[in-house]
Structure formats: structure tokens, C-alpha cells
């Protein structure tokens, strides 16, 4: 999203909405939409008609169902289908053929994206069936009873057919996955699919034999096929089903294209093209479709005067839907050529700006699509077409779905001056604001919609200098909008800035939105760090990464601030009458303080701290309204005072921790404290055994689990409380009986969403029993283990027990909590006692078997996924075998369990850190040498993360792995060896330091810029779990990690050493950065410079962010050019790579003082670190963009090839003939709103009359001409096309200008009798009579 390097079509199109394969067609799409059967214009309503699932519909592309589709294509062939005669109607007549595109893959991958929708919408009925469960429990059991069997009905319906769609969808991806081979013979689709009798000319000798495809002639079967489109006088279903079978043989072989005769195929595509029947003429456009190869070909197609034609097609009604929609393919499989644009018509991209004016045009979007994609590729022409206003209103209006698409189009465009020179400054993307500022034509859709496209536009570079010129005026009128008192309009408004500046809400931020006080979520004790438990991170202690995106946030922060945001916001808190969104923005308040705070320097945040009119109106007594300002204050101070305490515990105001730091001081946090109801007395306990309903119930379901979590964790931490609950009450024995698998009771329960809790209090009354010498005595005598152990050995091969439905099954594992054994066996594994009680029981021996079958890979999952290996015993060794004797996909997954334990350390509570890891970095280590490469990668990218730690670092290091074999996959974890003087040492006994940087230097720094811009654009996409409450038996959250951090740089690298430091010295690499920034820095024009000087930039950013490689910045004096970039280039996207860079250079000490000195100043920790958030103290000289001179479509010079009509017309009318000049005239007074129905109504009069001037071929030429050079509406276009005769476009194509109207009536006498059949429907109605009557 920060770089505008991406490629066009992945930038104006990746965000388009694709629609299910299995929705039915609805009436108001478009005919481009359908997967179904062609209908004639014109057939009855109450005719047999079926329609298909529809295909993916308006999709770029780049994201089509269909890989193998060809250019330009967007759904199914054209086929039609029998309709029933009628008398009196033409429709009788039409026997239509199937349109069938999409090939055999095609079809397999929409069935299976159905079955992926069908188990997405599954998902959903089954969180809704748990979401209603939850609900139910907690009223009275008598009630709902009747209601819960129901709901529980359903759930177990909707598990079912969740198994069975997975089942599915993992047949169709295997079958999809396999080589299959054509079962199509050749004579089942040459050339008569509709039964109609072929003429003799057609009949070879091998159309009627059974040849298979591997065996047929290419260059015959198109002879064949061609030979048979020359039959004269034949129904359009026969042309059709001729041109499908053209299509398919084009498609069984791809590279016969390349060796048509145009003489001969153009001739029969003209003849096609220039038919009555829409069918036949739809057909005509897709041959040609499928004929297109390269450059050349489509000047063939163009001399074929194909221009004309897709001109007439387009300005068609909508009866012609079939016809526009494959004359719409055709001209975008132009754009997939390369250099295929310099061949698009300027009067065609007119025609289709003229469609996409029309708001109810079912072709509509695809318009869009297709103009904002001429956009990316040849400005010019769109600019010189007026193909610009369509794309601005579809913006300012709001009707488009997806407006984002089309302002990152313009976003592309506004990053160099050579494009932005097409757009006006200051409008293209000013006008998405439009829904926001006009307060009278709000509309909540639009408004959201439009909202979206300016989060885009506001996370890029181009759209947020752009936006931010006229002294910040469409921000300013944004953040000025909150005045307007339209609580949408608001609420639309606090969204943005919540998503803007990247805050998540804390944990208690619903409940306090709904009204809850803060006081019950104020105690720390309370509040749950948000950050994930499940792995626990490096405690970096060398200096974080730098964090680009908080960094980015800091300027959008002191934007927003210089915008007024806060006394807009102070104003709504104040003015508002809807409670939630009073809280809603107060919250959002002391979110901005707290952030400015951190990531801000300390000159924009300490004024803002003051709120200094909020004080003002408090503090006016005499007025009423100083009780509300009084209000908003408390409240303001009770929510900072909330998130201070949510807050990690070594995290004070204007101090940013790493993101490690954050997570390690979360554990920490989350050590176990001292619980105070561990020591209770008697009556409390006793009371507490009472409440907890085990005494009172046999029923578990009947039981309150909190007041038992609660026993658990408090008196039973204690022995003498132990004791008494096992001999004293039933409480441990019903407990403990509960959990027995044989008992049928814990084991038979469905896996839900709700009952994990079970599951919790089982793992918590393991742990719990393990801490005192009862517990453990209990446990070991209890049945409990000896059941789960018997349960193992069910699945054991070698124990000699089986069952004919095993507990631990597969379908027990998914459906029932059967799985919950496993994180009890963990817990277990965690601790010494436990593992003597596995040995005992043999369960370790039992899994050993397992793993040695490899029959059950969902057993051997669980098992390790649950498994503590804290410990030195059992546990590793089956680590260790998993990950050498495993399958692949085993090695991986027992590769991902080392993730946590290869990178924990423990922060005790005097600061020390201490690390267990070294055997899980030895085993990590053996993985380097797997032969699966992927089984390599995943411990490469585990070791690359345990290298943030020094100490790991330097002990991955002592293990000398051997990474050569590995190539660019071991590459990122032999720069981390950099960092240290070991690896450093190491590395060089290698020859690897000399080598990789020459390679750097010549090459691989340019790369690093393609590099760090795709990843800043994954970070700045806002990535939401797609299912938050999903369960998983499997930890498979370990894969999915988000590898979004900044790509390791090898400068920086080197820069941390003082070895490294000296070679860079003697190599003098750092000179030639700093004088390429010198001598290019402020060119504009070359691409290849820019990048170069790009990775230039962040070559000297990573040395300058080293206090080692800091004195090169200034031995250099390169900082200065490098403000300079970020403050006056013309190439947004390289002011803002120096905006980073400059960030970069101000974690330094010495770096930050450099920038001090021009104007730049960052937030430092109380220590004085550098967090290295670097922004102007002067906004407007960063975002100094001045207005430029927009290009006038008039002056805009078309090359011939984008010409239709090469000669311009005259200035002055000059035609002999009165009436045809006074068509000409009437022409011009069309685009004149004040003559336009005069205008009209004389051309209807002269319709009337017949003057001979619409049988001229020449005065239509002219015509075509005007429609070619001006602006015309595309009713308007529909009403000129249609007042010529039809016969005049044939002599157009043909070349036979003749300007009188006897040339006109002999050249019609002179077409041949084959295209008086094709094309006129009078013909075809006398000959599809005369095939009646004889079939009769």
C-alpha cells in the first residue's frame, strides 16, 4: 500500500469482490455474469428456459476462476438453447447453442469454491447453534429444555455436514490435483452439436469418424470448420455451434493461432461480424477472441475494420446484451497483449465511457473496470477520450462497490509527474469526500463505502501528500465533518480514525461502550493483556527492529492533530446525545493521548495533553454546560487511568517497547500470584463445596463450573483441603469420576465453543492434585490414568486391545472432547511427578508405537501439539523421533512445536533473563538438513527469530550450521550471524562476508527494494481473523506466523560489528551510496535511477541506524540530501522511502542529533533512546506539494494506431449536398444541451422522410468521425447509428466508400448469397420454412 512500485493491474483491480459460484443469476446482472444458456432478445418470458450457476462474476482478470481462460475473458461461450415455437414470432427460429467457456478445470474449481462457501456458511449456522446454546444455559433448565434439544439437534446436523464438505472438498482438491486425461472425442464437438444436417461441403471423410484429440489434425480441423462456416443459407445455431467448435479447437491447441491465414479467417469474420443475428455477431467477437496472439495479430484484427463494428455493437439497447457483452471481452483482450493498449481505438474507449455513464447499463461495472485499467496503461488515451469523468463520478457518487479499487488507480497515477500530469490537482480523489461534507445528500452506504477508499488513499504516499496540499484541506474538512450533527456521518468518522491510527480497542471496551463503569474493569487484576500467550517471544536486547508502520502512524497522528481533531472530537463528546457514541469518542480520546504520548515528540504531545477548551467550558461555572464538560473530563481521566493499568507493567508514557517486550513483559505479568482463597477456613470452604453444586448433583450439567474452577485453583492448592474433599465429601470423587473415560460422562460431550471449559477445569485439576503429596497419591490410585492409558492402547498396533469404536477414533477426536485427554496428559508431562506416573503406566511406550506406525498422523498431532517438553525426559525423545523418522508433514509440524521453546526466556522478577533453549536450538539445528526444503525453511525462519536474542545468537552460532545447501532460504539467518563478532569471525572463515557483499552491492540492493515495499504493504493491510472463535484440537496457530517484519538488510548487519564496520570502511561501499544519493537524488524520469537511488536510500538508512556506522553519516554529509528528498522530490513514493530512512537514521545518537540540526525530531524513551519516529517540526515543508499544470485533453497527441479515422474533419461543414450538411449540423447540435431537442426531433423528421443521406457510406463515415472526436451520450450514440441504413456499416468494412446512393443499392445487389443468409432475418426465415416443411 506505501509503495506505488506494484503493477497496475494488482493495484486498480486486487480488491474487486468476487461472488459465490453457486448463487443463482440474478435478473439484474448482466449477461457477462451468467455460466448459462444464451436466450434469443426477444423469446417469450413463460419459455423453457434453465439457467446455470453463475461464474465469478466481474472479477479482474488476474483473479478469474478459469486459469486457462484466454485474454479479456469474464464468463461462458455462447451456446443457446431450443426455444419453443411460436406462432407469428422469430423466436421459433432460434434454436440456440450452449455457451460453454469454462473448460474441465473450470468446472472443478467452482464446485469447489461452492463447497468451501457451502462450509464457511456451516461454520457460521454452527457458531450461531453454540452463540443460542450459551444463551440457553443460562436460564432455567425446566424452560428451555424442549428449545436447548432443538438447538442441539441442529449442532449436531451442522457437525456432520461440516465433516462431510471437508471430506469433499479434500476429494475435489486431490482429484483436482491429479492428471487427467481427455475423454472428449473429436467428432463430439467439431461441428454439429445442434443435430442440424451438415451440407455436403462440410461432410469430410473424417468429421464423421472417432478420432480422439491426442490423434487429430489441428490445421485440418480448421480447414473442416472454416469450410463448414461458408455453408450459405444455414439458421444462426448452426454459425454458432460452427464457431464454439473453432473455439474449443483453439483451446485444445493453443499455439494454432499463430498460423492462420487472415485472408481466408478474416474473411469469414467479417462476414459474421456484419450479420443480422446478435447471436451470430457475438459468436463472430469471441472467434476472434481466441485468435489473438500477440502485437501483430491484433493489427490484423484492426484491418479487418473491426473498429466500426465494436463501435455499433456497443451503442446497441439492451436487447443486445449478448452481443455488447462479448464486444466488451474482445476489446479488453487488447489489454492483456503486451503494448496491446497502443492498439485500443480512441473511438472505442469513447463508447465505452459512454456505457459506463449510464447508471442502469448492466454493463456497467465492468466499464469501470475496463476504463480504470486503460487508466494504468495508457493515460493518454483515457485522458484524450474522456473516459476521466466517468471514473470521477462513479467516485463522488458512491454507487460503485468498490470504490478503492478505482482511487488506488489514481494513486498510481499521482506518484510520478510524467502521470500526474493527466489528473487535476486537487479533485480526483477530493471528490470521495464529497459524501462526507454535504450534509443534505448523506447516505449511510455511500458514506461507508467512500470511507473505505480514503483509508487506501491515506495509507499510501501519493494519496496522503495529494490530500494533504491547500494547507490540508481534505482532511481538514473530514475531521470538520464531526460538526455535522448526523450521528452515521459521526460514528463513520470515529471508525476511520480508530482504523487510521491503528487502535485496538482494549478488552473491556465493549462492555464499557454498553454502558458498564469503568471502576468493575479498573483493577489490574482484572484486565487480560492482549497479547497472545500461546508463544512466548525473544526479549530483544539489542535493539529492536525499526517498527515503519508505527512510524507512519506518528505522521498521520500529527496530521490529524494539526487538522483539529481534538477539539472536534472534545466537541462531539460534548454535543452528542446518543450515550454510545459520547463513549465511544471519549474512549477514542484518551486512545489519541496515550498514543500521541508514545509515538509522538514530546513538542506535539505536551500541549495536547492539556485539552486546553475542554478546561475552558468546565471551568466556566456560570454556565450549565460546564456540568457536561466537567463529565467528559472525568470521564477522559477515568479511561487514561483504565489503559495505564491494561497497559504492560514496564511501560510508562513516552517509552515504546518492542513488540518482544511487550509479550515477554505480558508472561511476566501473568506469573501465577498468590491466590487468597488458598487459605480458607472451614465454613467457607465448606460453603464453597455447597455452591459448587457436586454435592447436591449427581448430573454434571447441573453444576456452577466457576465455583468449581474457583475450588480448584484456591483451597485445593492446599493439602490438608485435599485430604478433606477426598474422604470428607464426594467432591473428588464425582470431580475426578466425571473425567473418567469409561464413565461415558467428559468423553461423550460435543466439541463446542462452550464446553472447553470442561476442559480447562480438568487441565487445572491435574496441575492442581500434582502440587500436593495427596493429590498425587489420589491420582495415582484413581482410574483416571489407567482408563486413558487403555484408551492409548486401543490405538496402539502392538498392545494387542482393540475396540470396535475406539475412544480416541478420529470422529471421537473432532466431535467429542475426547480430545481434552491430551492437554491433561500434558500437564502431566509437565511436571516430574506426572512423568513418573506416564512411565508408569506405560503411556510413553504406547505413543513410541504410535509414532513407529505413522497411522494415525491426527493422534500423533495431539499428542505433540499438548506434550510439555519443559522437562529432559520422554517427551523430547518423541520430539526428536517425530522430527527425524516422521512423515513430511509430521517433521514440519514437530518442527513449528520447537517454535516456543526455541525462542522462551524467562524475565525473572529482578530483570534477569534466563533461557532453556539450547536444546531445542541443537534439534532446530539437526533440521537444517532434512531433505524436504520446506521442513529446512520453517527451522531457518525459528532460528532467524531466536537470533533477536544475543545469547542465542551466539550459541546458533557455536553449532557452525552448514547453511551452503540451502541457498537464498538460509540467506536471512546468515545475515543475523553478522551482528556478532563470533559470527562475523565465523562467516569469514567461509568466504561468505566478501562474497555476499560484492553480490549486495552489484545487484542484490536494488532487489531489497521490491523487497521491503511488498512488505510494507502486507503490514499496512488491516488483517482480521477471518473466524475469531475458531476451535482447533491442533495448535496449528504455530504455522501461521505472520512473517511481516522488516527483511534483514545486509549493511546493517555488518554495521553492528566493529569488523564489519572497518571492511565497509576499506571497501568504501558507503561513498558510492552517498554520492549516487548526491548525483540522481532528484531525478524523476528514469525508473531503473529511481530504484537505484531507492536502495541507495535504505543501504545508508540501516548503516546510519547503527551507533557503529552512524559516523559514516556524518564523514559523508549524505543526511541533508536525504531531507531534501523527503521534503521537495516530485517522486511521492521515494519521499516517503526517505521519510523512512530518515526514521531509520534517528535510532542513532548520532543520526538523531544530525536531524536536530535539520528540523526533524523524534520521541526518546526516559533514558533518552531514540525510538526512531522521526517527524518534521514543520509539517508543511514535508508536504510541500504544489499544484501542477493538468494536461488538457484537447492537447493530448494520439498516436495513428489510436485512431479509428486518422484524418480530422474539417472545421468548416463542407458537404455539397444540402440535407447531408444539414445532418452534419444537426450532428454537432446534439452535444449542444440548449439545441439538443430541436436537434433531435429534425433528425427524427428526417428519418421519416428517407432522405438518400443515410444510404451514404461516406456521410456515415463522417459521422463515426464526430462520435470518434466528441463527447455524445449513449442514447444519443444508439439514435445516430440507427438512423443509417444497415446495409451502409457492410460497405465501411469493406472499404467501399462509395457517397451515392446507386453505389449503395448495387453493392448490397453484389453481396454474395452466403451473406444475404447470415446476415439478413428474412432470409433465414424463408429457409428455416423450407427445412420445416421438408422435415414435416
Given at each position: 500500500m506505501l509503495s506505488t512500485s506494484a503493477t497496475p493491474t494488482q493495484k486498480s483491480l486486487a480488491n474487486q469482490p468476487s461472488h459465490s459460484v453457486a448463487s443463482p443469476v440474478a435478473a439484474s446482472r448482466p449477461s457477462l455474469d451468467r455460466d448459462g444458456s444464451l436466450q434469443p432478445p426477444n423469446a417469450p418470458a413463460g419459455g423453457p428456459r434453465t439457467m446455470a450457476p453463475a461464474a465469478s462474476s466481474l472479477a479482474p482478470r488476474g483473479l478469474s476462476l478459469n486459469p486457462s481462460q484466454p485474454p479479456g475473458s469474464f464468463s461462458s461461450d455462447l451456446r443457446s438453447q431450443t426455444m419453443q415455437s411460436r406462432a407469428g414470432s422469430r423466436a421459433d427460429l432460434y434454436i440456440h447453442e450452449k455457451i460453454d467457456e469454462d473448460d474441465e478445470t473450470s468446472i472443478a474449481e467452482n464446485i469447489l469454491n461452492a463447497l468451501k462457501d457451502s462450509l464457511v456458511r456451516e461454520l457460521k449456522i454452527k457458531e450461531g447453534s453454540e452463540n443460542m446454546l450459551e444463551a440457553l444455559n443460562a436460564k432455567k433448565a425446566k424452560q428451555t429444555k424442549e428449545q436447548r434439544q432443538r438447538v442441539e439437534a441442529e449442532l449436531t446436523a451442522s457437525n456432520t455436514r461440516i465433516k462431510e464438505l471437508k471430506q469433499r472438498i479434500t476429494d475435489a482438491q486431490r482429484s483436482k490435483a491429479a492428471p487427467s486425461t481427455p475423454t472428449r472425442s473429436r467428432n463430439e464437438g467439431l461441428l454439429l452439436n445442434s443435430g442440424l444436417r451438415s451440407p455436403p461441403s462440410a461432410s469430410r471423410s473424417g468429421a464423421g469418424s472417432d478420432v480422439d484429440d491426442a490423434t487429430e489434425s489441428p490445421t485440418f480441423a480448421l480447414a473442416e470448420i472454416l469450410q463448414a462456416l461458408e455453408a450459405e443459407g444455414m439458421t444462426p445455431e448452426y454459425y454458432v455451434a460452427g464457431a464454439n467448435n473453432l473455439v474449443d479447437l483453439f483451446k485444445r491447441h493453443p499455439t494454432l493461432k499463430y498460423?492462420?491465414?487472415?485472408?481466408?479467417?478474416?474473411?469469414?469474420?467479417?462476414?459474421?461480424?456484419?450479420?443480422?443475428?446478435?447471436?451470430?455477431?457475438?459468436?463472430?467477437?469471441?472467434?476472434?477472441?481466441?485468435?489473438?496472439?500477440?502485437?501483430?495479430?491484433?493489427?490484423?484484427?484492426?484491418?479487418?475494420?473491426?473498429?466500426?463494428?465494436?463501435?455499433?455493437?456497443?451503442?446497441?439497447?439492451?436487447?443486445?446484451?449478448?452481443?455488447?457483452?462479448?464486444?466488451?471481452?474482445?476489446?479488453?483482450?487488447?489489454?492483456?497483449?503486451?503494448?496491446?493498449?497502443?492498439?485500443?481505438?480512441?473511438?472505442?474507449?469513447?463508447?465505452?465511457?459512454?456505457?459506463?455513464?449510464?447508471?442502469?447499463?448492466?454493463?456497467?461495472?465492468?466499464?469501470?473496470?475496463?476504463l480504470a485499467e486503460i487508466l494504468l496503461r495508457d493515460p493518454a488515451l483515457l485522458v484524450a477520450s474522456g473516459g476521466l469523468v466517468p471514473l470521477s463520478e462513479t467516485l463522488a457518487e458512491g454507487t460503485y462497490k468498490s470504490p478503492e479499487s478505482l482511487s488506488s488507480a489514481f494513486l498510481y497515477l499521482l506518484d510520478a509527474p510524467h502521470t500526474r500530469k493527466y489528473l487535476r490537482a486537487g479533485y480526483e480523489l477530493e471528490v470521495l469526500f464529497t459524501a462526507f461534507t454535504d450534509a443534505l445528500f448523506t447516505y449511510e452506504g455511500v458514506v461507508k463505502q467512500n470511507s473505505k477508499a480514503i483509508a487506501s488513499a491515506l495509507k499510501s504516499w501519493s494519496g496522503l501528500m495529494t490530500l494533504s496540499m491547500y494547507n490540508f484541506r481534505a482532511i481538514g474538512s473530514l475531521i470538520s465533518s464531526l460538526m455535522l450533527p448526523s450521528p452515521t456521518l459521526r460514528d463513520t468518522v470515529i471508525d476511520l480514525l480508530y482504523s487510521l491510527l491503528r487502535i485496538k480497542p482494549p478488552a473491556w471496551a465493549t462492555s464499557y461502550l454498553a454502558g458498564r463503569r469503568l471502576t468493575t474493569y479498573g483493577r489490574v487484576t482484572t484486565l487480560k493483556t492482549s497479547t497472545s500467550s500461546k508463544e512466548e517471544t525473544v526479549y530483544d536486547d539489542d535493539g529492536s527492529e525499526q517498527n515503519f508502520v508505527e512510524h507512519y502512524t506518528a505522521l498521520l497522528l500529527a496530521i490529524f492533530i494539526k487538522a483539529g481533531m481534538m477539539p472536534n472530537l472534545l466537541q462531539v463528546a460534548q454535543d452528542t446525545d446518543d450515550p454510545t457514541l459520547k463513549r465511544k469518542t471519549t474512549l477514542l480520546i484518551g486512545e489519541t493521548l496515550k498514543l500521541a504520548s508514545r509515538i509522538l515528540p514530546s513538542s506535539w504531545s505536551s500541549e495536547l495533553q492539556l485539552l486546553p477548551e475542554l478546561f475552558a467550558a468546565a471551568s466556566q461555572f456560570e454556565n450549565e454546560a460546564h456540568f457536561n464538560a466537567t463529565g467528559i473530563v472525568y470521564q477522559i481521566s477515568s479511561v487514561s487511568r483504565t489503559l495505564y493499568r491494561s497497559s504492560p507493567s514496564g511501560y510508562a508514557a513516552g517509552y515504546l517497547p518492542s513488540s518482544s517486550m511487550l509479550e515477554n513483559m505480558g508472561h511476566a505479568e501473568e506469573a501465577p500470584k498468590a491466590n487468597a482463597l488458598v487459605n480458607t477456613d472451614d465454613a467457607t470452604f465448606r460453603q464453597l463445596l455447597i455452591d459448587s453444586g457436586v454435592l447436591g448433583h449427581s448430573n454434571p450439567s447441573k453444576w456452577n463450573w466457576d465455583v468449581v474452577l474457583k475450588i480448584i485453583e484456591g483451597p485445593l492448592m492446599n493439602g490438608k483441603r485435599v485430604e478433606e474433599a477426598i474422604k470428607a465429601s464426594k467432591f473428588a470423587k464425582r470431580l475426578v469420576g466425571f473425567y473418567r473415560p469409561f464413565k461415558f460422562k467428559f468423553a461423550e460431550i460435543k466439541n463446542t465453543r462452550n464446553t472447553q471449559k470442561y476442559i480447562r477445569v480438568g487441565c487445572a485439576l491435574i496441575h492442581t492434585l500434582l502440587q500436593t503429596a495427596e493429590g498425587i497419591k489420589y491420582l495415582a490410585d484413581n482410574k483416571l490414568l489407567r482408563q486413558i492409558a487403555e484408551c492409548l492402547a486401543q490405538c496402539d498396533p502392538t498392545s494387542g486391545l482393540t475396540a470396535q469404536y475406539p475412544m480416541f477414533s478420529r470422529d471421537r477426536l473432532t466431535d467429542t472432547l475426547c480430545c481434552g485427554y491430551f492437554p491433561m496428559l500434558g500437564v502431566l508431562s509437565g511436571d516430574p511427578k506426572g512423568l513418573q506416573m506416564l512411565e508408569r503406566w506405560r503411556i510413553f511406550n504406547m505413543m513410541y508405537h504410535i509414532l513407529d506406525f505413522k497411522q494415525r498422523p491426527d493422534l500423533i498431532k495431539l499428542l505433540l501439539a499438548h506434550l510439555d517438553y519443559s522437562l529432559q525426559g520422554h517427551p523430547r525423545v518423541l520430539l526428536s523421533k517425530a522430527l527425524t523418522a516422521g512423515t513430511k508433514e509430521m517433521r514440519i509440524h514437530a518442527t513449528n512445536m520447537l517454535r516456543k521453546y526455541a525462542t522462551r526466556q524467562r524475565v525473572t522478577s529482578t530483570g534477569q533473563i534466563i533461557s532453556d533453549s539450547k536444546w531445542a536450538i541443537q534439534l532446530l539445528v539437526t533440521q537444517l538438513y532434512d531433505p524436504e526444503v520446506e521442513v529446512c525453511a520453517t527451522a531457518v525462519k525459528i532460528l532467524e527469530k531466536a537470533c533477536n536474542s544475543k545469547a542465542l545468537l551466539e550459541y546458533i552460532v557455536e553449532c557452525r550450521p552448514a547453511l551452503d545447501h540451502l541457498g537464498e532460504i538460509g540467506a536471512p539467518l546468515l545475515l543475523r550471524f553478522l551482528s556478532t563478532s563470533i559470527g562475523y569471525h565465523y562467516l569469514d572463515g567461509l568466504d561468505y562476508i566478501s562474497n555476499e557483499m560484492d553480490d549486495w552491492f552489484l545487484g542484490r540492493n536494488d532487489n531489497y527494494v521490491s523487497l521491503i515495499e511488498a512488505s510494507l504493504a502486507r503490514s499496512f493491510i488491516d488483517t482480521q481473523e477471518d473466524q475469531p472463535h475458531r476451535l482447533s484440537i491442533y495448535e496449528d496457530d504455530l504455522d501461521t506466523d505472520q512473517d511481516n517484519h522488516v527483511p534483514p538488510h545486509f549493511y546493517r548487519e555488518l554495521s553492528r560489528t566493529k569488523e564489519g564496520c572497518k571492511l565497509l570502511e576499506d571497501k568504501g561501499h558507503f561513498e558510492e551510496f552517498a554520492s549516487t544519493i548526491r548525483e540522481y537524488g532528484m531525478q524523476s524520469e528514469d525508473a531503473e535511477l529511481i530504484t537505484k537511488v531507492k536502495g541507495c536510500l535504505w543501504a545508508v538508512g540501516n548503516v546510519g541506524s547503527m551507533e557503529l556506522g552512524a559516523p559514516f553519516l556524518e564523514s559523508t554529509d549524505v543526511v541533508g540530501h536525504i531531507v531534501k528528498i523527503a521534503e521537495s522530490h516530485d517522486v511521492m513514493s521515494l519521499r516517503g522511502t526517505a521519510f523512512f530512512v530518515l526514521g531509520l537514521i534517528s535510532r542513532s545518537t548520532h543520526g538523531l542529533e544530525i536531524l536536530s540540526e535539520h528540523g526533524w525530531e523524534t520521541n526518546t524513551t526516559p533514558l533518552g533512546i531514540s525510538l526512531g519516529l522521526c517527524v518534521p517540526t514543520d509539517l508543511s515543508k514535508f508536504f510541500s506539494c504544489k499544484p501542477w499544470k493538468h494536461e488538457i485533453p484537447a492537447n493530448i497527441v494520439l498516436p495513428d494506431t489510436q485512431k479509428t479515422i486518422v484524418e480530422p474533419p474539417p472545421v468548416e461543414i463542407q458537404e455539397e449536398d444540402e440535407t447531408n450538411r444539414r445532418i452534419l449540423e444537426l450532428m454537432t447540435e446534439l452535444g449542444n444541451m440548449v439545441l439538443y431537442k430541436k436537434a433531435k426531433a429534425e433528425l427524427f423528421q428526417l428519418r421519416h422522410k428517407k432522405v438518400p443521406g443515410f444510404r451514404h457510406p461516406a456521410l456515415f463515415r463522417k459521422v463515426l468521425s464526430l462520435l470518434e472526436r466528441h463527447h455524445y451520450r449513449l442514447p444519443d450514440r444508439h439514435l445516430v447509428i440507427e438512423l443509417f441504413d444497415k446495409s451502409v456499416l457492410r460497405h465501411i468494412v469493406y472499404g467501399e466508400d462509395s457517397s451515392d446512393e446507386s453505389g449503395g443499392s448495387s453493392g448490397d445487389e453484389q453481396r454474395t448469397e452466403r451473406q444475404r443468409s447470415v446476415s439478413d432475418p428474412s432470409e433465414m426465415e424463408k429457409i428455416a420454412a423450407r427445412t420445416q416443411k421438408s422435415s414435416i
Open positions: 498460423d492462420l491465414v487472415w485472408s481466408v479467417f478474416g474473411d469469414r469474420m467479417q462476414v459474421m461480424l456484419l450479420s443480422g443475428s446478435r447471436e451470430v455477431v457475438a459468436a463472430g467477437y469471441r472467434m476472434l477472441r481466441y485468435a489473438i496472439s500477440d502485437v501483430a495479430s491484433l493489427k490484423k484484427i484492426r484491418a479487418l475494420n473491426t473498429d466500426f463494428m465494436v463501435v455499433v455493437s456497443l451503442a446497441k439497447d439492451r436487447k443486445a446484451d449478448v452481443e455488447r457483452e462479448q464486444a466488451l471481452k474482445f476489446v479488453r483482450a487488447f489489454l492483456d497483449v503486451k503494448d496491446g493498449v497502443r492498439e485500443v481505438s480512441r473511438a472505442v474507449v469513447r463508447t465505452i465511457a459512454a456505457v459506463a455513464e449510464q447508471v442502469e447499463d448492466r454493463l456497467r461495472p465492468i466499464c469501470i473496470e475496463t
